[in-house]
């Protein structure tokens, strides 16, 4: 197992942003957020003062969703609540998967539209028109339809966050999500990165996936989105 600094993952997005995603964000002042129709997901400071807010507000426009993914600052009192969703942040901490063999493909633009489908019908987390840009995305396909998908999202110094892990109701229950996990899991590693990945609290199901395959919580996070007055 591969020994990375976990400081990184106490702000993925604004990590991300600083670094490997620098080209998809926009920033003002000591805020950012990413561009549109790639990911929603915004950071501040952890001391945010009136600027900071405005600056985020002026980013993100009236009426729009500040999401501060797991950020614990609160914003001004007359931001509206949108959602709150207990959650985990896990880390990897198992062997090299075995090659997951034939059948895992990665998608490339001409695959966006499926993209969009599948996780429209599932609801893994939001997925945009151009949240592939994040980084890799692979998929099963069943007599060349679209039934399975994984990719990678968040890119701090080190590591690497998978995410989108979805598959259709009629293609439950081959193993899909493993394989494709798997797959990632030894892209990642071929890069000298680490997975990590987070995880909504009451989705049962694939937190236990998720530890079969190998990974470990590393932290309970909060998950938050505010509408700008």
């Not at 019908?121 to 998929?139: I, S, V």
């Not at 990945?197 to 996936?209: D, K, M, P, R, Y």
Request: a neutral charge.
């Amino acid at each position: 197992m591969i020994d990375q600094d976990t400081s990184p993952l106490e702000d993925p997005v604004g990590a991300s942003l600083r670094g490997h995603h620098a080209h998809l964000g926009r920033r003002l002042g000591r805020v950012a957020t990413y561009q549109p129709q790639v990911a929603t997901f915004s950071t501040v400071t952890l001391d945010p003062g009136p600027q900071e807010w405005a600056h985020l507000a002026r980013l993100l426009g009236r009426g729009a969703l500040a999401d501060l993914f797991s950020s614990p600052v609160s914003p001004p009192p007359d931001w509206e609540p949108v959602f709150v969703l207990e959650g985990r942040q896990m880390v990897w901490s198992g062997d090299r998967p075995t090659d997951p063999g034939d059948g895992v493909v990665e998608l490339g633009v001409d695959s966006t539209a499926e993209m969009l489908d599948l996780t429209e019908r599932t609801r893994p987390g939001p997925f945009w028109p151009r949240t592939r840009e994040l980084g890799t995305y692979l998929g099963i396909r069943d007599r060349g339809v679209l039934v399975a998908m994984a990719g990678e999202r968040l890119r701090p110094p080190g590591w690497t966050e998978i995410s989108a892990v979805c598959t259709a109701p009629e293609a439950r229950g081959r193993g899909h999500a493993a394989r494709l996990i798997n797959a990632l899991v030894r892209r990642i590693l071929d890069r000298g990165e680490r997975p990590f990945l987070h995880v909504v609290e009451s989705n049962t199901g694939a937190l236990a996936l998720y530890e079969k395959l190998g990974f470990r919580t590393r932290t309970a996070v909060t998950f938050r989105g505010f509408g700008i007055p």
